[in-house]
């Protein structure tokens, strides 16, 4: 399981040295029994779900923001445009898929702002 957690951060994180060895060693061991394995996939597994249940609910109206990683931008911003009149995207730049790991204080910062 070591090595699946190693190669997603590997992949996933724009700069790897954000995450230390006792990091990845708390994801190994969380990762380590078929369950944990299970819970983490069944998320997943309920997108067709979501997407479908999606459909019946009104416009969000309060102000929404989404906080994505360089890469996520435009398909983001396409799909909850759509599903909010108040919607402000934030790029969190020098991050990946981890931006809680990569840019703790930035989106600490965002959050707060947001929600004063």
Same mark, same amino acid.
């Given at each position: 399981?070591?090595?699946?957690?190693?190669?997603?951060?590997?992949?996933?994180?724009?700069?790897?040295?954000?995450?230390?060895?006792?990091?990845?060693?708390?994801?190994?061991?969380?990762?380590?029994?078929?369950?944990?394995?299970?819970?983490?996939?069944?998320?997943?597994?309920?997108?067709?779900?979501? !997407?479908?249940?999606?459909?019946?609910?009104?416009?969000?109206?309060?102000?929404?923001?989404?906080?994505?990683?360089?890469?996520?931008?435009?398909?983001?911003?396409?799909?909850?445009?759509?599903?909010?009149?108040?919607?402000?995207?934030?790029?969190?730049?020098?991050?990946?898929?981890? !931006?809680?790991?990569?840019?703790?204080?930035?989106?600490?910062?965002?959050?707060?702002?947001?929600?004063?």
């Amino acid at each position: 399981m070591r090595l699946y957690i190693n190669w997603i951060f590997n992949y996933l994180l724009n700069d790897p040295t954000k995450i230390d060895s006792r990091d990845l060693a708390v994801y190994g061991n969380a990762y380590s029994n078929p369950d944990a394995i299970r819970a983490g996939h069944e998320w997943y597994k309920a997108f067709p779900r979501d !997407i479908n249940d999606a459909k019946m609910y009104k416009k969000l109206e309060m102000p929404v923001m989404g906080l994505g990683a360089e890469f996520v931008g435009y398909r983001f911003l396409q799909v909850v445009e759509r599903k909010a009149t108040n919607f402000r995207l934030v790029k969190i730049e020098n991050s990946g898929h981890f !931006i809680q790991i990569e840019q703790p204080d930035v989106v600490a910062r965002f959050l707060i702002d947001f929600f004063k």
